[in-house]
C-alpha cells in the first residue's frame, strides 16, 4: 500500500519542477505512442496515472493560493497555469492518442470490466470536447482560446478577493453596533488612540453579522453597496469570456456553450434544464410571495431593499419561531461539532478519525487519518477559519486519489476541506451558526465520496468522472443530517457548560429550518437562469445586466438595486467549473432529498440504505453514471416530489 502523499510546497523551484514533470510526461506518450500493439493494460492505464503526478504537485500550489494567497503565490500560480493550460491542449487534441483509445475500445471493450470502460468511453468523449478529431486551424485557435480562458480565470477571481480585502467599514458610534452578538463584536473590536473602535469587512462571518443583526440602515447599505459592486473589472473579463466560450463552443460543432456543458452531463438537453429551472420557479413564486409579504408587514414604514431582507428575516424569524440564532452558536463551537460529526460518520458509515500530528500550512489546519475498522483507508485535512489571506465560501478540493497503479500497488486517497467560520482566538472559541454547521456537513459529503472510493482505476475513481450535475448529491445528502435531532446531540453541547442541546430547541430548529425557503429557492434558481440563459447565446456589455434584470422579473420579489453588479462575483461560473451548471445544485438535490428521506424512513443509524449508499454510490465514484447508481441503490427511478418537500414548499 502506498502512503500519503507530503504536502510541500517550493515556490521557488516550482516552476521549474512543473516543466521537468510536463517534459517527463510527453516522453511518457511519446513511448506509449510507439508501442505497435496497444492495449488497455500497456497504453490506457500508464497514460490515466500521469494525472495522478500533475495533481499531486499543482494541488499544493492551487490550494496554498486559495488559503494563504501572497503576492508570491499569485505570481507562481498564474505562471503555472498557461503551462498547464499548454499541455493539456496538446494532449486533449492529440488525434494520435484519441485514435490508439478508439482502436482499444474496438479491440477490447467487450473483455474489459466496468470501471475500464467508463476510461475508454470518457476519454473518447473529452477527446471529442477538446477537439482532437478538428483540421489544425481549429485546434491552434482552441488552444489560443484555452490559454486566454485560464488567464481570464484566475483574474476573475484574484480580483473578487483583493477588492474583499480592501474594504473596511470603521465604526466608532456604540450605537450603531448595538444588538451585534458579543462574539461577532470581539471580532470587529480594536483599540486606537484609546478609542473603542470596530472593523466590518467583506469577509462572509463579518459580513453577514452586520447584515443580519446591524441596526443601523445606512451602514448596512453601504455595506451592501461595497459587496454588490465589487471587482468592477470583471464587468470586461466576463465580455471576453463569454465570446471565447462560444467561440470554442461552435468550433467543436455545438450551438452554444450551454449545449457543449451538457455532453457530459446527466442531464440530456437544454430544453430540459430549462423546463426543470422553470417550473421550479413556478412551483416556488407564490409562497415565496407571501414570505415577501410576512417580512414587509413588521417593516411598515419603510420601502424594503435588498439589504433589509438579512436583518428584517432574523427579526421575523425570532418573532415566529421563537428562534434567536445567537442563542445555539455556544452549542455548535467548532471543535465539538467536528468530533460529533466523525462520530456520526462512525455510526451511519463506520468511519473512525484518528488526528495526526503534522506541521501544516497554518497552525489551525488538521489533518486526520480515516480508518474503516482496523482498515487506514484516507486522509482529510481541515482549515476552517476565516483569514485575510484566504478565499471566501466553502469548498472540497481533492489532493490523492484512490487506485491501483500498473504493478498492482494501492494508493489512498487525500482531500482538504476548506471553510471560513468565525476566527478562534486566544480568548474565545470558534462559535459557529447552524448555517456553518451544515456547510461543514455538505463539504464533508464531498470529501468522504471522494475518500471512500474503492475504485482501481484513476480516472473514474473518487469525484474523478462524476458527471457535473450529479457531483452535489453525496453533500446534500450528508448536509440534510444536520438538521436530524439523534445527530444534534451527538455535538451539540454548550461548549462552557457541557449542557446538550434541549429537545425544545431543538424542535424550533427543525421548525425554522424552511423560513424564507421559497425565497432561497428562487434566488438559487435566478442564480441557475441566469448562468444557463448566458452561456445559451453570446451576451455582451449591457446584454448581461439586461439578461439577468429580465430573470429578476420572476425570481426576485423585491427588486435589488441598479448598482448591484451580482455577476461581477460569481465566481462560481466566471472562474470555477460551474459554468453552464449551475443549475447542477437543483438538479443534484432532486436526488439527495429522496435518498434522505428514504434513509430517515429507516431510523438512520444501522439504515440498510446507508450501507449500500456507502458500498454503491461512495465506493464507486466516477465508474458508472450517477444515474445508474442511484437505481441500483434504491432499487428504483427517483421521486422528484422530495426536493420540495425537503424544502417545505407545497
Known sequence: MHPFAEFKLDLETFITDLNALIEI????????????????????????????????????????????????????????????????????????????????????????????????????LHFELAGAHLDDASKERLAEINLRK????????????????????????????????????????????????????????????????????????????????????????IDELMALRQESATLLGFKNYAEYSLASKMAPSTASVLKFLNELIDASRTQ?????????????????????????GEILKKAQYNIDEE????????????????????????????????????????????????????RVYFDLEAR????????????????????????????FVVCNFPPSSETSPSLLRHDDVV????????????????VKEHGVSGVNGVEWDAVEFPSQFLENFAYEPKVLKLFAKHYQSGEIL????????????NFQSAMFMLRQLEFSLFDFEVHSKLYQGEEIQTLLDSIRERTALIKPPSYNKFQNGFSHIFSGGYSAGYYSYKWAEVLSADAYYAIVDEGIFGSELARKYKEVVLARGGSQSMQELFVEMMGRECDSKNLLRLSGIE
Open 25 to 124: 510526461n510527453h516522453k511518457t506518450i511519446e513511448n506509449l505512442l510507439a508501442i505497435s500493439d496497444k492495449t488497455y493494460a500497456n497504453f490506457v492505464r500508464p497514460f490515466d496515472l500521469m494525472e495522478e503526478d500533475l495533481e499531486l504537485l499543482f494541488t499544493p500550489l492551487s490550494h496554498i493560493n486559495a488559503v494563504k494567497n501572497s503576492e508570491s503565490s499569485q505570481k507562481v500560480y498564474a505562471e503555472a497555469l498557461p503551462i498547464l493550460t499548454d499541455y493539456s491542449t496538446f494532449v486533449g487534441q492529440n488525434l494520435d492518442i484519441y485514435e490508439a483509445f478508439k482502436t482499444i475500445k474496438a479491440n477490447e471493450y467487450d473483455t474489459l470490466n466496468t470501471e475500464q470502460r467508463r476510461i475508454l468511453d470518457l476519454n473518447i
Open 439 to 454: 456547510t461543514l456537513f455538505h463539504e464533508m459529503g464531498h470529501t468522504i465520496h471522494h475518500l471512500l472510493s474503492k
Open 150 to 237: 485560464s488567464t481570464l480565470t484566475n483574474d476573475f477571481s484574484q480580483n473578487l478577493l483583493d477588492a474583499t480585502n480592501a474594504y473596511e467599514k470603521i465604526i466608532t458610534d456604540p450605537a450603531d453596533v448595538e444588538g451585534i452578538p458579543e462574539s461577532d463584536l470581539e471580532n470587529a473590536r480594536f483599540e486606537e488612540n484609546g478609542v473603542t473602535k470596530y472593523r466590518f469587512t467583506l469577509q462572509m462571518p463579518s459580513y453577514i453579522a452586520y447584515m443580519t443583526y446591524g441596526a443601523n440602515r445606512a451602514i448596512r447599505e453601504e455595506l451592501y453597496r461595497a459587496y454588490t459592486t465589487r471587482a468592477p473589472q470583471n464587468g470586461a473579463i
Open 388 to 415: 485575510k489571506d484566504k478565499r471566501g465560501g466553502a469548498w472540497m478540493h481533492n489532493f490523492q486519489t484512490h487506485h491501483c497503479d500498473s504493478a498492482g500497488c494501492t494508493h489512498l486517497s487525500s482531500a
Open 288 to 312: 415565496a410571495q407571501k414570505e415577501i409579504e410576512e417580512l414587509r408587514a413588521i417593516a411598515p414604514d419603510i420601502d424594503l431593499q435588498s439589504y433589509d431582507t438579512a436583518y428584517y
Open 327 to 378: 442563542e445555539y452558536r455556544p452549542y455548535f463551537e467548532q471543535h465539538s461539532v467536528m468530533e460529533g460529526m466523525f462520530t456520526f460518520l462512525n455510526e451511519l458509515f463506520g468511519l473512525r478519525f484518528v488526528r495526526q500530528d503534522i506541521k501544516l500550512w497554518d497552525e489551525k489546519a488538521l489533518a486526520y487519518d480515516i480508518y474503516e475498522g482496523e482498515h487506514l483507508t484516507a
Open 502 to 513: 434541549s429537545d425544545a430547541m431543538i424542535e424550533k430548529l427543525i421548525r425554522a429550518k
